[in-house]
Nanobody
């Protein structure tokens, strides 16, 4: 079955960096577009970034120039490099894939605070 396992979250000061990882299994990773979403307290889950099976990225405007999505098909893993973090980036970050149905990971908490 499809499984997505995120890791790499934590507490970081404003201006700092984190790299999130999402390890995928149960489907042909190399042929799947992958995406990251986030949900802040008392807010709806929102799209952050996506990467196509061919490696083309797409970002929400608020993270352009700060976040980079990438993938390693040999490791069945998608990454989200987050630089210049701001307090408003604080959220639970989720990995998502659509394979006839939406699949989500359990999420990883990112807290940006001094």
């Amino acid at each position: 079955q499809v499984q997505l396992v995120e890791s790499g979250g934590g507490l970081v000061q404003p201006g700092g960096s984190l790299r999130l990882s999402c390890a995928a299994s149960g489907f042909t990773f190399s042929s799947a577009g992958m995406s990251w979403y986030r949900q802040a307290p008392r807010k709806q889950r929102e799209f952050v970034a996506a990467i196509s099976s061919g490696g083309s990225p797409n970002y929400v405007d608020s993270v352009k120039g700060r976040f980079t999505i990438s993938r390693d098909n040999a490791k069945n893993t998608v990454y989200l490099q987050m630089n210049s973090l701001k307090p408003e980036d604080t959220a639970v970050y989720y990995c998502r894939v659509y394979r006839g149905y939406e699949y989500w990971g359990q999420g990883t908490q990112v807290t940006v605070s001094s």
